[in-house]
């Protein structure tokens, strides 16, 4: 097409080239291309347009820039550009004259990136802060990232949320049927598999709380639930009554026994609900030991007599007692009944009186054995 007419009206009048090919709105301070009426300092097309096209064209080197500047005569020429480098192919974005994010000919988003740092991640950002990315809904609602793909499908209820949900509670989602792994140093170390099992140095955890390799450690109570009022409790001595500190404490909220058992479920000890402790599958109360006790009395002689000097001690097992005891008689009254020897704080079956085996006598004094 060429060049048909001019029109103008003289200085700081319009120009008109090729019938609106190039309007120069003078007046306006204003230039159009494809349009009679610009509205900006300069327009292309108008609303009758179905597309306009702006093009740059350089060598397979060169750089195709736009620059949005305040001062020509410094870096402020180009303090935002927009520029496509066809030396790699990238497409750079700058402002403060400093580019701050770039398209790579393969597709990744760099951000405060000039190249790839690795990998083949779409996204990929570098920055001096602590954050690098920060995702905020302006409203009471959840703030959630989803991860699909064609597996899953991309609906609403598909693949993996991660974020914030409507009750500020932070949120790990996954929709599928399959289970969520935790890794450190390139190994799984953690999975909570489809069952909602948790597994921990296990792939394939067997049952609610698996753990495998290593023991279980807790600075304070480890508790064990049934129910929301039966529960076991390991831990700290004081979470039970006359507990210290450094004891260590099993208590159970049941009314009912602590079982021990080896060789798979063969019962070996019992402690019943009701105290005491039984051994080998006995659950007879009756059968428990339920006391033990050390401790050191004081002989007396019941048929009269003097002890100058003892020493006498004592172990109590259930409802039998052993005493153990070696005494000087310094006087005898009356030496022709029954020698018995007194004292213990528990009550005999016998009367009271409590047999001691054979006892040696000087001269012609004889002891009974009872």
């Known amino acids: 097409m060429g060049l048909t007419q001019i029109t103008t009206g003289g ?24 349009t009679s009426s610009p509205v900006r300092d300069l327009q292309l097309g108008d609303n009758t347009s179905a597309s306009e096209i702006i093009s740059l064209q350089t060598t397979t080197s060169g750089k195709g820039s736009i620059y949005f500047g305040d001062n020509s005569a410094t870096s402020s020429e180009y303090a935002g550009m927009l520029r496509y480098d066809h030396a790699d192919n990238s497409m750079q974005f700058r402002t403060s004259s400093t580019e701050r994010l770039r398209i790579d000919s393969s597709g990744r988003l760099l951000l405060r990136l000039s190249s790839s740092i690795g990998g083949n991640a779409l996204l990929q950002v570098q920055g001096s802060g602590n954050r690098k990315a920060h995702f905020h809904q302006p409203d009471t ?31 790990l989602w996954l929709y599928e049927n399959q289970n969520l792994t935790f890794a450190t140093n390139n190994s799984e170390r ?17 049952t609610k709380l698996d753990v495998v390799g290593g023991p279980i450690r807790t600075d304070d109570i480890f ?38 058992s080896t060789n798979g479920s063969t019962e070996r000890v019992r402690i019943q609900s009701g105290g005491g402790i039984s051994f080998n599958g006995d659950t007879a109360a009756a059968n428990a030991l339920d006391d033990y006790e050390e401790g050191t009395w004081t002989p007396t002689l019941s048929n009269g007599g003097v002890i100058s000097s003892f020493t006498a001690s004592y172990v109590k097992i259930g409802n039998w007692v052993e005493a153990y005891f070696y005494i000087i008689i310094t006087s005898i009254t009356n030496n022709s009944s029954q020698f018995r020897v007194a004292g213990l704080p ?14 040696g006598y000087a001269a012609t004094f004889n002891v009974d054995v009872w």
């Open 11 to 34: 200085v700081d009048e319009n120009i008109n080239i090729d019938s609106n090919t190039l309007k120069v709105d003078g007046t306006n301070n204003r230039v159009g291309i494809g």
């Open 141 to 171: 609602g959840s703030c959630i990232t989803q991860f699909t793909n064609s597996t899953t499908g991309s609906g609403s209820t598909d693949g993996l949320l991660v974020g914030l949900d409507s009750t500020e509670d932070g949120m």
């Open 190 to 206: 953690m999975r909570i598999d489809s069952s909602g099992n948790l597994g921990v140095g296990t792939a394939s955890p067997g």
């Open 223 to 260: 508790t064990l639930y049934k129910n929301s009022t039966d529960a076991f409790y390991i831990g700290s001595g004081t979470m039970i009554t006359g507990g210290l500190s450094t004891d260590i404490g099993l208590r159970s909220n049941q009314n009912g026994s602590i079982l021990f």
């Open 346 to 359: 528990y009550t005999c079956k016998g009367g009271g009186y409590y047999p001691v085996g054979n006892i």
